[in-house]
Structures are given as structure tokens and as C-alpha cells.
């Protein structure tokens, strides 16, 4: 596993000539296209459909970024996909790295919206965490995501787009073969409701665990749902990936106030989705994360009501002290107080570690996640396309 020196950093590369360049190009990017896709494209090209394949392999097993480097398609090829298309990564906007190693990146897309991703090396793993929305749909009220209203889905290109340009930064091209990966998990736990933006997820994990893409397998991937109940069952059949479950309270009055999602999907309902979960068993468990907050949902008794709750549910609970962010009304529980609530569901033999907060100093722990991307009208839109060609036709007379 290869470390980084705990230290702070960082880059701002918001460059304003930089984003119209990118704005007028408009060839689109081949990034979150499945092999099939790529199939077509070759044999659209009058090439032979095995063609397809190797762009698949040379894109997202070996991580190149230019047509040129594909080195066993001919000349013709090569000059016909760069006159189409691109392998452009999200645009790094800002790169902080953490007193504890952690990284955080803001990637900025086409459209000058911006998402948070995240990668937490450990001694025996590294995990990024990626976002599925610019924004979320849900107002969780203990999230600072929550506060930014939802302002679009993320593509599947934008989604994997994150993974490839967090192993650019960590020099992990092409994929290692050899166990020396640092990035070895991937947690949809960013900024949105995956759940929400399922078939873009979906389409994105699935090249993420293809073995001649970037070969994660799924046992190493965990979605997170804040309890899209209808959506559950179809994540566990089509991707089969690890649940967790922003859980956060024992009763519903509890939740209803902290996650208005509750009042849509209550607690009986997203407990019957768990118990439900294809592939669930003792060998594979629900991960329940629950953020302890001081005088709202930490005490002994809702302790004694979790475990009633999850009773004949196969899971294990994450415990999180609240990461605070500004403005925010909550509290983080005591020491004491949250060894106490790990000690009664300890008791009833339900594994429930406390999660070490990573990336407090650069707003990149759990929580923490926001942008000041924010959805554009109509007019908007047409104003800033207006002003970027300006700046080009100013460029070109120059």
C-alpha cells in the first residue's frame, strides 16, 4: 500500500481561458461509454467490431488519454477518433490534501458545475468516495450537502470520470495487477442519492468492475442510500454491490424531523428492503450509518430501540461523530456518550465500530460536502455561452 506524507495542500486551477477552451470544444467525450457503445462506434468507423474492445481496454484499464497512444489501431483510426471524440477528464479544479493524509478534489464539467470527490488512504486500503449529483434532491438536515439544493445528475462519464482522474493523480495507470493498488474501494457517498440517479450510476460501476476495465470488484464497492425503498431491491439484483443505509435514528418522529425522505419511505418499509436485500446473509451484511448528535438521537434508550429495529436484520452499524460545518445547529455527542450507545448495541452482539473522522481540516469528512455550483436558467445558460464565444472571437483577433 503506498502512503502520503500527512501534509496540507492546495491547487487552484479555475482558469478562466482554460474553461472557455474546454466550453468550445465541442467533440463529445467518450468517458462513461460501455463497451457496446464503443463497439458501434468502430464498426460505424467501417472497423471491425473487436476494435471497440481494445479502445474499451486502452480507456479504462490502461488509463490513456489520447487516441494517439492507442498504439495497435491503425493510423486512421486513431486521426478519426480524435477528430470525434475525447477522453477528457473532469477539470481539477482545487486539490486539498489533509494533515491526515486524506485528499479531497472539486472537478468542474463542461458545464462549469462543480462536485466534491474524496480519497482516504489506510494501511491496508485506500477508498474514494464519489458523488452521483452536483447538489442533492434530499435536505438531510445534519448534511451540509443538504444545503445546496439539487442542481443536476451527474452523468455515468462524469461518475467514472472522477475515479480516473483521482488515479491520474495518483499514478495508477495502467491497472495494477500486482496488489500494490492505492486505490483499492469506491463509496457512493459523495454529494447526492444514488439512488436517484440509478441507471447513470449503474452504467458507471459496471465499467468500474468489468475485469479489462478498471477491475474493482464489487465486493469492494458500497452504495449508500439515505432509503430510496423502491430502489433497493434493483440495486441489489442488477449490480449486487454492498447497501449501506443512512440510518441516523430508531423512530420514525426522530428521523421524519432529521431526513423528510423518512416521511415518504418510514422506517418499517426501508427495515423490510434491508431484510430483503438480495445477497444479504450473516457473510454479508447491510452497513447502517448512524451520526451521533448530541441530545437528538444518542441516547441510552434510542440505543435500546436500535436493536429492536434491526432485529432479524443481517448488519452492523457505523457509528459517526457529527463532523460539524459552518452554520450548522448540531452538535457532535461525548466521548462517554458514545461509548455508552456502542456498549448497549455491543451487548446485543451487534458489531458497531466508531468511525475515525478523516479530513475534518479540508471539509472532506462525512458530511462535509458542498459546492457553490448552482442551477442556471435558461437565460443564464444563454448568457454564459454568449460571453464564451465572445472571449474566443477576442482570442482569434488577437
Keep these: 500500500m503506498r502512503t502520503y506524507m500527512p501534509n496540507t495542500l492546495q491547487i487552484d486551477q479555475d482558469d478562466p481561458a482554460r474553461q472557455v477552451a474546454l466550453a468550445n470544444d465541442l467533440r463529445p467525450s467518450i468517458l462513461g461509454l460501455d463497451k457496446a457503445e464503443l463497439t458501434t462506434i468502430a464498426e460505424n468507423m467501417g472497423e471491425k467490431a473487436y476494435r471497440g474492445a481494445q ?3 486502452w480507456v479504462y484499464n490502461r488509463g490513456v488519454q489520447s487516441f494517439e497512444d492507442m498504439s495497435d489501431l491503425s493510423n486512421d483510426f486513431r486521426a478519426r477518433l480524435t477528430d470525434t471524440y475525447t477522453i477528457s477528464r473532469p477539470e481539477s479544479v482545487q486539490e486539498q490534501i489533509s494533515e491526515d493524509g486524506t ?32 447538489g442533492c434532491t434530499l435536505t438531510c438536515r445534519f448534511c451540509h450537502t443538504g444545503t445546496q439544493r ?29 496488489g500494490t493498488r492505492a486505490l483499492t474501494n469506491i463509496v457512493l457517498m459523495g454529494m447526492g442519492e444514488p439512488l436517484y440517479n440509478f441507471d447513470e450510476v449503474a452504467k458507471a460501476m459496471r465499467i468500474v468492475m468489468a475485469g479489462d476495465g478498471i477491475a474493482v470488484s464489487r465486493r469492494k464497492i458500497t452504495l449508500s442510500t439515505s432509503g430510496v425503498v423502491p430502489e433497493i431491491k434493483r440495486c441489489g439484483e442488477e449490480l449486487r454491490v454492498n447497501l449501506a443505509i443512512s440510518l ?24 423490510e428492503a434491508c431484510r430483503t436485500y438480495p445477497g444479504v446473509s450473516s457473510a454479508r451484511r447491510i ?30 452499524f457505523n457509528l459517526i461523530p457529527f463532523n460539524s460545518w459552518p452554520g450548522t ?19 446485543a452482539s451487534i458489531t458497531c465500530p466508531i468511525r475515525t473522522p478523516r479530513g475534518r481540516d ?37
Design 55 to 57: 479502445v474499451f481496454q
Design 103 to 134: 485528499r479531497k478534489w472539486l472537478f468542474g464539467y463542461r458545464d462549469r458545475q462543480k462536485a466534491e470527490t474524496v480519497f482516504i488512504p489506510e494501511d491496508e486500503r485506500g477508498t474514494l468516495c464519489i458523488s452521483s449529483q452536483v
Design 150 to 178: 439539487l442542481v443536476r445528475n451527474l452523468t455515468a462519464g462524469e461518475i467514472i470520470g472522477q475515479v480516473m482522474a483521482a488515479r491520474d493523480s495518483l499514478g495508477e495507470w495502467p491497472t495494477p495487477t500486482d
Design 248 to 271: 441516523h435514528a430508531a423512530n420514525d418522529e426522530t428521523r421524519n424531523m432529521l431526513m423528510p425522505i423518512n416521511k415518504k419511505y418510514p422506517l418499517k418499509d426501508l427495515m
Design 287 to 316: 452497513t447502517l450509518e448512524y451520526v451521533m448528535l448530541k441530545g437528538i438521537n444518542d441516547s441510552e434508550q434510542d440505543a435500546r430501540d436500535l436493536v429492536k429495529l434491526v432485529k432479524d436484520v443481517h448488519c452492523k
Design 329 to 347: 445547529p448540531y452538535e457532535c455527542s461525548s466521548t462517554e456518550t458514545i461509548g455508552r450507545f456502542q456498549d448497549i448495541l455491543a451487548r
Design 362 to 398: 479540508i471539509l472532506a469528512a462525512c458530511g462535509q460536502l458542498k459546492t457553490n455550483s448552482e442551477k442556471l436558467s435558461v437565460r443564464e445558460r444563454k448568457a454564459q455561452a454568449e460571453k464564451a464565444w465572445a472571449e474566443k472571437e477576442a482570442e482569434l483577433q488577437h
